[in-house]
């Protein structure tokens, strides 16, 4: 896939682009496949929930190429990889992880507003995402919603669980409590698109951002998420991020490459 100049800038100004049909129907269907294997044999970082409204549930986890062939090659083989490298401007991509979030019919559970690099272990502004689209999504059936340009202002905000009565993050003094972003809705530019089946919203690691709930009665709303590194991130072993991703073989400050965060593209296109 070609990405035009005008499809960067927009990616520099506002942090997230939406890229309709980037994934064929092949992807699709492996990919789906795949799915159906987790749920019903989870990978070790499972994280699900039942829905607090008593309907529908919520499943999702992460690591799974590191499980399963069919999300491996699509992390390490597809066309995100080239991708990244496009939208980061970088010399070389790391793969991050991946991650699953499957919203069946009537899971009302909000996704609350955050960012998403203070969960993780890492450090640097080459730090993006790219949300596939595996069913058709609106806004009643969990719609991703961005504060456009929220990546650049510089903010750090407290990372808090997802899901009602689960453990506390611990507090890192350098990030700020999330504000109530839906309370200052109009103070804001809020972006959001409504996708089908292989469409892919792509965005940056700082960028604001949440979903609603699934609130149709029989269409569920399958993403899978791919998150990569380029050249100026490093890891990070302070406060404050999830433990299913930090890498113990890495110290502070330390280049990603690794088994758990290989290169998987570079501009000599050598990655053994």
Not at 27 to 53: E, K
Not at 193 to 208: K, S, T, Y
Request: aromatic fraction near 12%.
């Amino acid at each position: 896939m070609v990405i035009d100049e005008t499809v960067l800038k927009d990616f520099e100004r506002d942090g997230v682009v939406y890229l309709p049909g980037v994934v064929d129907e092949g992807w699709l269907g492996r990919l789906a496949a795949a799915i159906d294997r987790d749920i019903a044999d989870p990978g070790p970082f499972v994280h699900g929930y039942q829905s607090a409204g008593g309907e529908g549930r919520f499943h999702g986890n992460m690591r799974l190429w590191e499980q399963d062939p069919d999300f491996a090659d699509y992390c390490l083989n597809s066309p995100l990889p080239e991708l990244a490298a496009t939208f980061l401007k970088t010399d070389k991509v790391n793969l991050f992880y991946d991650q699953l979030f499957v919203k069946e019919p009537g899971t009302s559970d909000r996704t609350r507003w955050h960012n998403d690099q203070p969960y993780w272990p890492v450090r640097g502004r080459q730090v993006m995402s790219f949300w596939l689209a595996l069913d058709p999504v609106t806004k009643d059936s969990g719609a991703l919603e961005f504060i456009a340009g929220s990546h650049r202002g510089g903010r750090w905000f407290q990372p808090e669980p997802f899901a009602e009565g689960a453990p506390p993050y611990e507090r890192n003094p350098d990030y700020e409590p999330i504000p109530d972003f839906d309370a200052e809705r109009d103070r804001h530019e809020i972006v959001s698109w409504e996708m089908a089946p292989g469409d892919v919203i792509a965005f940056h690691a700082m960028i604001v951002h949440g979903a609603g709930g699934n609130l149709t009665a029989f269409r569920r709303r399958r993403g899978y998420t791919v998150r990569y590194c380029g050249d100026d991130a490093v890891y990070y072993a302070g406060a404050g991020v999830h433990h299913g991703i930090r890498n113990p073989t890495l110290e502070d400050g330390a280049p990603l490459t690794s088994d758990q965060y290989p290169m998987v593209w570079n501009a000599g296109r050598d990655v053994t």
